[in-house]
């Protein structure tokens, strides 16, 4: 390995973990952990969904999702829904409360995305990009052999 390898993933797991940091810290001023605000983000934008679909899409096990699903049920901002076709599938959705609350989130949450990055110009941004999604790419592969 070449000290330039090693380098590049210690500071890209640097990076990983300050931007993680930066989006906790985000949500807890919302009284949210990330899951739960990635939850909330997806059906905002996606609308209905099975809670499988919201588990993949948001890269947790059945387990996680269920505790997830359950905190935003307590906290009064998704609803169940059962298929009438099929029992076994419940779709979740955001409530009214919810989607008024996302629309003022969100704003606020897309400004500390644009700061998070704001010191890229364009063409480093894009390049950003690029190079974690081929990364990402190649070890999705390996991994699924």
Excluded at 95 to 113: R, T
Aim: no cysteine; charged share 30%; aromatic share 6%.
């Amino acid at each position: 390995m070449s000290q330039e390898t090693l380098k590049a993933l210690v500071v890209h797991l640097k990076a990983h973990q300050f931007i993680k940091e930066t989006i906790k810290k985000d949500m807890l001023k919302y009284g949210l952990s990330m899951s739960e605000f990635m939850v909330l983000e997806l059906l905002f934008h996606k609308g209905s969904q099975t809670i499988q679909s919201v588990a993949k899409k948001v890269l947790l096990t059945s387990g996680s999702m269920t505790y997830v699903i359950n905190q935003l049920e307590k906290k009064q901002m998704i609803q169940r829904k059962r298929d009438p076709q099929d029992g076994r599938i419940t779709y979740v959705s955001l409530n009214e409360q919810a989607k008024s609350f996302m629309k003022s989130a969100f704003k606020e949450h897309e400004k500390m995305i644009e700061k998070m990055f704001s010191s890229l110009d364009e063409q480093q941004l894009q390049m950003w990009i690029a190079s974690n999604k081929k990364i990402g790419k190649i070890l999705e592969k390996e991994l699924n052999k």
